[in-house]
């Protein structure tokens, strides 16, 4: 059964949710992280992932694995832009962790049944990494409805993700089958509500699974939203990337109605 803990934390801290999931992290090679820092927007107003959080992970593997935290170039921004001007350059620095664009990175031919990603090439940090590691924030999407753990794995496509909106739920389905995250830690310390998703919201809370699609399905339930309308969630837990049944997912710590604060759409 999968597994998805809640855990209130208002200053950050991902031990708790950790454990709830019985993780340990392991010796390893190489360790990616995947945050959310798509746009120059400091973690305060929820719409990047809380530099706090990031840090942690960066702990939590010292002497256990290479770090590569890694990003593609956001819409409007250059990756390097947008990690000086948020701290996450110095922060990385600080931690020795290397910083991958990975729009600059070596592409490698991936032959899949695709849906929508006809002859892709995936970075080749990603494929090299031995545990990837997805840094979401809890967010409401003008086109996704939410941006969750599932959403921000979109980040791994090199160069605009534009062409793909008009199927944006299928893009997600084959990014996941190119390479599912290892682990998953959700930033609802303050997300951001609202169709345009830049309001902040307040929510003191961490969401941890091994499981990308449970732990959307829970969070949607958290922030009151119905999991089966949104479209790339029953997706991807139709194609076996995750599960999607909320009857089939243990939720450990926190319940959800202790929790659930209606996000706006």
Same mark, same amino acid.
């Given at each position: 059964? $999968?597994?998805?803990? %809640?855990?209130?934390?208002? &200053?950050?801290?991902?031990?708790? $949710?950790?454990?709830? %999931?019985?993780?340990?992290? &392991?010796e390893c090679e190489i360790v990616a992280i995947k945050p959310n820092i798509s746009s120059p927007d400091p973690y305060n107003t929820g719409i990047t992932t809380d530099l706090r959080i990031l840090e942690q992970v960066l702990k939590m593997y010292e002497g256990l694995a290479e770090r590569v935290v890694i990003e593609s170039n956001p819409y409007s921004h250059k990756m390097e832009e947008v990690f000086e001007k948020?701290?996450?350059?110095?922060?990385?620095?600080?931690y020795g962790a290397k910083i991958v664009n990975l729009s600059e990175d070596r592409l490698i031919p991936v032959e899949l049944d695709y849906?929508?990603?006809?002859?892709?090439?995936?970075?080749?940090?990603?494929?090299?990494?031995?545990?990837?590691?997805?840094?979401?924030?809890?967010k409401t999407h003008p086109i996704t409805k939410v941006s969750l753990a599932l959403k921000n794995m979109m980040g791994i496509i090199p160069g605009s993700k534009a062409i793909y909106h008009?199927?944006?739920?299928?893009?997600?389905?084959d990014v996941m089958r190119v390479r599912k995250p290892d682990l998953n830690i959700l930033d609802g310390i303050v997300g951001v509500e609202g169709r345009a998703g830049r309001k902040p919201k307040e929510m003191d809370l961490i969401m941890a699974s091994t499981d990308a699609v449970a732990l959307d399905t829970i969070?949607?339930?958290?922030?009151?939203?119905?999991?089966?309308?949104?479209?790339?969630?029953?997706m991807a837990g139709y194609y076996g990337i995750g599960e999607y049944v909320e009857r089939k997912i243990q939720v450990v710590g926190e319940t959800v109605e202790n929790v659930r604060d209606k996000f706006e759409y």
């Open positions: 059964m $999968a597994k998805v803990s %809640i855990v209130r934390s208002k &200053k950050p801290d991902i031990r708790p $949710a950790l454990d709830f %999931i019985n993780f340990t992290p &392991k948020t701290g996450a350059q110095e922060l990385c620095e600080y849906l929508v990603l006809k002859n892709f090439k995936a970075p080749s940090t990603i494929l090299k990494a031995d545990f990837l590691i997805n840094l979401p924030v809890m008009p199927r944006i739920s299928e893009a997600i389905v969070a949607c339930k958290v922030m009151g939203v119905n999991p089966i309308n949104v479209e790339h969630i029953y």
